[in-house]
C-alpha cells in the first residue's frame, strides 16, 4: 500500500489526500509535523516540506508532482482536462491556489490554530489582517474565473478545483470564509467541491483532530 507521509490540516497533504480518495486509491498517512524535519526526512524531501508520497523504494515531494504522478499512474477518473488549453489553465490554477491564494489564506489558520493551539502562542492577529486586506482582490480574481463555469477548468472536477479548495479549508478551520453575498459564484463552487466524499472525509477528519487539540 503506498504512504503519504505528512499531516492532515496541510493544505499540500490535503491535496493529495482528495486526489487519492477520487481515484479510489487506499494508502497509510504517517504523521510528520513540518517543523524542525529529520534528517531522514529531508533524504526523501530535499525541500524539507510535506508531503511525499511513497510506494516502495520509489519516492516523490511536492503535491502537483504527486498529482501528476498519481493521474498518470491511475488514469481514473482524470483530474486533468483533455483539451490542452484547459489543461494549461487547470495546472496554472492549481498554482495559483498553492502560492498567491494560500498567501492570503493561510496567515489565519497558522496564526489562530497552528500558533494558538499548538505552540500555545498569542496569535498575531494584525499578520491575519494584512493578508486577509488582500483578500478581496484575490476572490475577484476568482469570482471572474467562475464566470460560466461549474468547475474551474475543462468542465468537470480537475488539480485546478483540489489546489483552489484546499487552502479554504484551513481558512474555514480559522473561523473565516468568503462571504456568499460578495462572491456568489465563488461561494457555490466551494460547496460544490467540500461536498464531495474526497473533500468531506478529510475535513471531518481533520475537525476531530483539531478538536482533540483543545
Ligand atoms: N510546493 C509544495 C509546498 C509544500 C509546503 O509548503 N508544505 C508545508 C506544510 S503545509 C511545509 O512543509 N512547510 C515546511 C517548510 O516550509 O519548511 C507542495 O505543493 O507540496
Not at 486526489?19 to 487506499?26: R, V
Not at 499512474?73 to 498567491?100: I, K, M, S, V
Not at 467540500?194 to 478529510?202: D, E, G, I, M, Q
Request: one cysteine or more; glycine letters at 6%; charged letters at 25%.
Amino acid at each position: 500500500m503506498p504512504t503519504l507521509h505528512g499531516v492532515n490540516a496541510s493544505p499540500f497533504v490535503r491535496k493529495v489526500r482528495v486526489a487519492l480518495a477520487e481515484k479510489g486509491i487506499q494508502y497509510d498517512l504517517v504523521p510528520v509535523l513540518p517543523f524542525g524535519v529529520s534528517d531522514e526526512f529531508r533524504a526523501i524531501s530535499p525541500l524539507g516540506k510535506i508531503p511525499v508520497y511513497q510506494e516502495g523504494e520509489f519516492t516523490l515531494p511536492d503535491s502537483s508532482c504527486i498529482l501528476l504522478y498519481l493521474e498518470r499512474t491511475y488514469p481514473e477518473p482524470r483530474l486533468l482536462p483533455e483539451d490542452p488549453r484547459e489543461l494549461g489553465r487547470a495546472l496554472f490554477l492549481e498554482e495559483y491556489g498553492d502560492t498567491r491564494l494560500t498567501e492570503v489564506l493561510l496567515p489565519a489558520f497558522a496564526n489562530r490554530i497552528v500558533r494558538a493551539k499548538i505552540f500555545k502562542q498569542e496569535a498575531d492577529e494584525a499578520e491575519v489582517k494584512a493578508a486577509l486586506d488582500a483578500a478581496p482582490s484575490v476572490f475577484d480574481y476568482l469570482e471572474q474565473q467562475l464566470e460560466g463555469r461549474e468547475f474551474l477548468a475543462g468542465g468537470q472536477f480537475s488539480v485546478a478545483d483540489i489546489g483552489m479548495a484546499s487552502p479554504f479549508v484551513n481558512f474555514a478551520h480559522a473561523g473565516e470564509g468568503p462571504d456568499a453575498a460578495r462572491w456568489p459564484k465563488l461561494a457555490a463552487w466551494l460547496d460544490r467541491v467540500l461536498s464531495r466524499p474526497s473533500f468531506k472525509a478529510c475535513v471531518e477528519e481533520e475537525k476531530a483532530s483539531l478538536a482533540a487539540l483543545g
